[in-house]
């Protein structure tokens, strides 16, 4: 079976699936492309104009989170919990987390107003989070999971902005999400599922965005 990545190296939702690849040992090519000026043959074979997308052979499996899936499935290691209930709990939080990513997004790019917004809405579901979240290493236990990959390019654009931004997102209040935030950033399957030096562009496109975000930047 030939994997082919078809990937943006800022995107978030293409990190997961690089983590996940990569979590199962599985061979793949990345071809990068910009889905803001696609190429033709782009266009032609994805159905939503978004990456990732993942060439299975001749076949295409596009939406990060039924990639996953798939990965999940041709994959050595079952990454979901066993547990048909907790399985569907897990997958339940990974649709809630796209929510997150919506509001990341306000976040970076908004005026002050949106920036607010944004703001508000996200500590809500921190919040929610950290009353769901237990004491354990990730979601699960001390297995990394679906559940924690999905996750995890949220954690790693929070900690930039963080850094880059003076706490201005700061989760430390948060004790169970900011333990969690740096069990999953410290993996080396994480750490390795972006082109180095990608933390310099987001701090370029934090800039670049010119919403209320960029007048937080402290370099
Ligand atoms: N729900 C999609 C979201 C993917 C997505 O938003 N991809 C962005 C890049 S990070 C994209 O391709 N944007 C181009 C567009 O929407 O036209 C998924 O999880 O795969």
Request: include cysteine; charge should be negative; charged fraction near 25%.
């Amino acid at each position: 079976m030939k994997l082919e990545l078809i990937s943006f190296k800022l995107c978030p939702f293409a990190q997961r699936t690089v983590i996940l690849l990569n979590a199962q040992k599985l061979d793949f090519e990345t071809t990068y492309i910009n889905p803001m000026d696609p190429p033709d043959w782009f266009k032609e074979i994805s159905p939503t104009g978004q990456v990732p997308l993942l060439k299975v052979d001749d076949k295409i499996v596009f939406e990060s989170s039924v990639i996953g899936e798939f990965v999940n499935d041709i994959g050595a290691l079952d990454l979901h919990p066993k547990d048909v209930v907790k399985k569907a709990n897990n997958r339940s939080w990974i649709a809630f987390y796209g929510t997150m990513f919506d509001d990341l997004f306000n976040l970076v790019t908004g005026d002050e107003e949106k920036f607010n917004t944004a703001k508000i809405n996200l500590f809500e579901k921190f919040a929610k989070l950290e009353a769901i979240k237990n004491q354990e290493k990730f979601f699960n236990g001390n297995e990394f999971n679906m559940i924690d990959a999905a996750i995890a390019p949220f954690f790693m654009r929070l900690a930039w902005i963080n850094e880059f931004c003076d706490n201005a997102l700061s989760i430390t209040k948060f004790k169970h999400l900011s333990a969690w935030s740096e069990a999953v950033l410290a993996l080396d399957v994480v750490k390795n599922s972006v082109v180095d030096g990608l933390d310099d562009v987001y701090y370029s496109n934090i800039e670049a965005r010119e919403g209320y975000l960029s007048t937080l930047l402290i370099e």
